[in-house]
């Protein structure tokens, strides 16, 4: 091979597409002029451009994992685009033995070719990848991919954290373009509402290039859907399984219909899926302090959950070839998730008072007769005709991207404009509570992992009197606009120059109200539990254990019927102290700019360096409170900023399948929207003050990361990498438990974000994907990070971690495969970190140690169906918090096993 240089440059372009002997596109595959030494990479869709090409005979190369290499040969003509097929075959590998594909293997050979041939340090997952780990949601998969740990909720992954960085830290794309996000206080994406079978591919790109979004300090997951294959494909799934808590059943389906019209000029797929999961979580938490009479619990609380989650997802890709220069495409996604759920709730609080005073009684070591506040609480709503009685969260997100790709000879020009948007509404939520004081209390701290509180004659309940009647309207609605233009332009043989710039305009609000009800006849409607209609929610299997008998509730049934619209019946009052703090708009505009050279430097060595500028305008409203007036009035305010991010990427070929990384990079976080309000939430009764910080600025991060691959021709990989981040003024969430505010008391828990000073964070990435024997296979990587901050506001000398910096994540997979049997188990760990900080080490909140195990298997019993048997959650891992020390449980969420039996089929031409 001969390079070179800077030769003249060329007057021609050429366009082509790889796909392998069963008409799939190879998206990854490496595309060689070899004269020129001109390379390029083949997008999601298998199809490549090379432009600047000089007039004559060309031999184009292209090369795959797992493929055997193929030469074409092009005659380029001035001016014009000349186009080219590649249909690649399955290579010869150690010593003539063809490698047998499976799904597993195919899914796997795509995501490494495209991981090597990237500029940039990534990880890549395929669809046929996601479809051999048993998850139901893009959060699930994710989990799976080295350096990244997830927050769950209700069972799912929810939140993403990459290499230590709070999901704050992190950006979420489709196609390329953010997702605006459907909760209302923050700019976090719930992975649990995509579900997997909808994306073709998840891009983890951990060191953003400048033609990127740069608000990534952890890095950026783009999650690709599909695109339409070369010929017709129907694909499909149905099951159903069984959730071991609520022993109800999981239904499941999913649909994908793809074609090509219009003499291949028109590509078209459509992807549908739904699930529909009844489910539910036990629960326990504790509110720990220091008493005057030694360690003590100052609040317990016992809860149950009944869920059921209905996940609607579809989508729809079209592009259209006008001719080899000029093409559109057209991509949407809308995603509905509707969370139906009942709560049942019993706290014991106000025990500081009765620990501090001396009153209690110690029958036993750490076991304690005392008196304290006890409150039952049913959670729950009106419903609609296919769920009654419940509270529906109903969140939704979809997006619609219009773009094209243009050839002008020696220029190739990208374009796209996005309008997406993200709501949740919650209507008709409302709570019943019955609560007393005085109440005696058996109190049990003798094993502060199982701390217990609870009435000492359980049947007292019965006596407790009415506290609340309240109806909540929720309503959160994030807009997205966005815009961009890509340039590339070859500047020689070896280099292209590539530019462009980006719009992004949002506008986010929050609006919610609050009333409170009360009954005109408080004896007709009863003013005890023991009085109105109830159930007993105690289950002897209660997944916390046994000793949490939860005892007995206002009926949903009866709650969800009161009509509290009848003024002969209630009374109501729209309570804003405990809406108008909450609610507030937002309008964030970005302007961006980037330029960068990709060069091929040497034979072996390519650089890409450049630059990204991005300004930002953000302005808000929110509720202040007026103390003078003793009242909430809107206040405005703004901000205007920008930032200069250089980077530069190295790429090293040792071999063809060894490759050195180096990148140094730069990149921010900005302040949730809300976290900038200046507003006062303030909970009498829960002794709670959480307020706003207008004076917060971005984080920004100087990032240094390293990384060397081996691939393997019989599709694996063993990767090993370094990073290191250097972050200033990250913003975290302090809390203050015993905290006196000038208008709203004393003994209060404050909590408020503020930007810290610097912090460090480094750590160390290994990953092993491997055919051992035969059918054989591992996949391995693990993840050492370790932080360190300053500047933390009264914590100056603790030596404390990041907040959200989990120092050991690991992946363990074994698999097994034939042409018809495919067997698979998989662990996934991730080891306890800081997740809040309070006023001082006691306080901290931090997310404990998790380990999940799940199993899948599947039987081929013709070439395009199978069945198969996923098992998620096999060691009942609950989301546990604890406060200062592991031994002290904050709260434990347990959701038990579940599992799905079904059918795929996979028909294509």
Known sequence: ???????????????????????????????????????????????????????????????????????????????????????????????????????????????????????????????????????????????????????????????????????????????????????????????????????????????????????????????????????????????????????????????ILGNRFLDDKLGAIVSASYNNHNFGSDNIEAVWYESDNGLALEEFEMRKYLVQRIRKSVSLSLDYEVNANHSFIFSSMYNHRNDWENRFGMKVDELDEAFDDGNFEEISPNVFNTVGRVEYQTKGGIGSDHVKNKRLEDQRVQNFTLGGDHIFNRLKMDWSATYAKASEKRPTERYIGYRSGGQEVLVDIMDTEKPYAALLNHEDNFGLELDELVEENGNTFDEDINAKMDFKLPYSNSGVLQFGGRYRSKYKMRNNNYYEYSPVDEDAFGRTLGEVPNTDQSDPNFLAGSQYQIGNFADPEFLGSLDF?????????????????????????????????????????????????????????????????????????????????????????????????????????????????????????????????????????????????????????FSVGGFYKDIDKFIYYITDLDYTDPVFGSNLEYTRPENGGTASVYGLEASVQKQIWKGLGIYLNYTFTKSSTTGIEGREESDLMLPGTAENMFNASLSYETKKLVLRASLNYASDYLDELGGEEFEDRYYDKQTFLDFNASYAFTPKWRVFLEGNNLTNQPLRYYQGIRSRTMQAEYYNARFNLGIKFDVFQ
């Open 1 to 255: 091979m001969t390079f070179a240089g800077s030769a003249a440059f060329g007057q021609g372009a050429i366009k082509g597409k790889v796909k392998d002997n069963q008409n799939l596109s190879l998206p990854g595959a490496n595309v060689i002029i070899l004269s020129l030494n001109k390379m390029a990479i083949t997008d999601q869709s298998g199809e490549f451009v090379l432009m600047g090409i000089p007039e004559g005979l060309h031999d184009i190369q292209v090369s795959y994992l797992g493929y055997e290499m193929q030469t074409n040969q092009v005659q380029v003509k001035r001016g014009q685009t000349h186009e080219t097929m590649f249909e690649m075959s399955p290579g010869l590998v150690e010593g003539a033995e063809f490698i047998v594909f499976g799904d597993r293997l195919k899914g796997q050979a795509k995501a490494l070719n495209q991981q090597k041939n990237n500029q940039n340090i990534t990880n890549i997952v395929s669809s046929d990848q996601i479809g051999r780990f048993p998850d139901a949601n893009i959060g699930d998969a994710l989990k799976r991919i080295p350096g990244i740990t997830m927050q769950n909720d209700q069972g799912e992954a929810r939140d993403i954290i990459i290499r230590g960085m709070a999901p704050q830290l992190n950006s979420v794309t489709l196609n390329g373009e953010r997702i605006p996000s459907a909760e209302g206080d923050n700019r976090r994406v719930q992975m649990d509402l995509i579900p997997s079978d909808m994306i073709q591919t998840i891009e983890v790109n951990k060191a953003v290039l400048p033609n990127m979004d740069a608000d990534a300090i952890g890095g950026s997951v783009n999650l690709v859907t599909r695109k339409a294959p070369n010929a017709l494909r129907i694909s499909g799934t149905a099951a159903t399984g069984l959730n071991l808590l609520t022993e109800k059943p999981i239904w499941t389906g999913s649909v």
């Open 565 to 717: 619209y009848d003024e002969g019946q209630f009374e109501g009052e729209l309570k804003t102290d405990e809406f108008i703090p909450g609610n507030y708009s937002a309008n964030e505009a970005i302007y961006g700019a980037y330029m960068m050279a990709d060069h091929q430097l040497t034979e072996k060595l390519s650089a890409i360096v450049g630059l990204r500028w991005e300004y930002t305008d953000i302005s808000y409203t929110g509720n202040l409170f007026d103390m003078d007036n003793e009242e909430y009035i809107e206040d405005t305010a703004g901000d205007t900023y920008h930032n200069v991010m250089p980077g530069v990427h190295l790429k090293y070929d040792l071999d063809p399948n060894s490759i050195l990384r180096f990148a140094w990079t730069n990149t921010l976080a900005r302040p949730n929207y809300y976290d900038l309000v200046p507003y006062a939430e303030y909970s009498a009764s829960d002794e709670e003050l959480a307020t706003g910080n207008p004076n917060l600025v971005p984080t920004t991060s100087m990032n240094f990361d390293l990384m060397a691959e081996k691939y393997f021709d019989n599709v694996g990989l």
